[in-house]
Structures are given as structure tokens and as C-alpha cells.
Nanobody, 124 residues
Framework: QVQLVESGGGLVQTGGSLRLSCAAS????????MGWFRQAPGKEREFVLAISRSSSNKYYADSVKGRFTISRDNAKNTVYLQMNSLKPEDTAVYYC?????????????????WGQGTQVTVSS
């Protein structure tokens, strides 16, 4: 059983930056592909980014390309989401997730473990 704990959320102005962290415990972190998802009020949860176990492959949602980056440190059992040039439409609860799959995936249904989420609010 893998436990995931996100941190780093908060309130930021339009154009600002935040870095989210997701610390994993209870499993072999390096064996999991990791992803970030978000859910805005009144909307479905959506894919944001994913990273493979060795960081060799990364996938981005079109809405965040060029602004958000994903990285991981397997020695620290942590995955990061660097968010730059934030917009009000980025306001959401951000979740990290772990997938025990051969490849990184954008599909929410293929993730096995989820964090509790961290709120990101971008003011205009």
C-alpha cells in the first residue's frame, strides 16, 4: 500500500509560480509511474502531467504545456509539479497519483493510489 501526501498548494496571483510536492511512502517509489491530476469546482478531475519511473518519458496536457513541468527524485520518494505563469483557470485541487503499470499513462483509471489533494488558487 502506497501513501501519497501532497504539499505546496496555496494562493498565488496570476502569472505567479508554485511548486507542489508529493511524498510517497509504503512502497517502492521507483517502481511506480506518477501523475498529477486536478479538479476544479464543478468539473471532472482531469489529467495534468505524468512521468515514467525513470523520468525518461513525460506527458503533458495541452493546457499546461510550456508552463508546468513534472520531475521526480527517486532517492527522496518525491514527485514535483512546477507551475509557472499561473492563470485563474489553473485554480483546482491538485492530486498526485501512482500507477503500477509498465508505462506512464494519462488515464485516471490506471492509477492505483491517490493523495488527498492540495488546493491551488490563482487570483486575477
Amino acid at each position: 500500500q502506497v501513501q501519497l501526501v501532497e504539499s505546496g498548494g496555496g494562493l498565488v496571483q496570476t502569472g505567479g509560480s508554485l511548486r507542489l510536492s508529493c511524498a510517497a511512502s509504503g512502497g517502492t517509489f521507483s517502481s511506480y509511474n506518477m501523475g498529477w491530476f486536478r479538479q476544479a469546482p464543478g468539473k471532472e478531475r482531469e489529467f495534468v502531467l505524468a512521468i515514467s519511473r525513470s523520468s525518461s518519458n513525460k506527458y503533458y496536457a495541452d493546457s499546461v504545456k510550456g508552463r508546468f513541468t513534472i520531475s521526480r527524485d527517486n532517492a527522496k520518494n518525491t514527485v514535483y509539479l512546477q507551475m509557472n505563469s499561473l492563470k485563474p483557470e489553473d485554480t483546482a485541487v491538485y492530486y498526485c497519483a501512482a500507477a503500477n503499470r509498465l508505462y506512464a499513462t494519462r488515464s485516471e483509471g490506471e492509477y492505483d493510489y491517490w493523495g488527498q489533494g492540495t488546493q491551488v488558487t490563482v487570483s486575477s
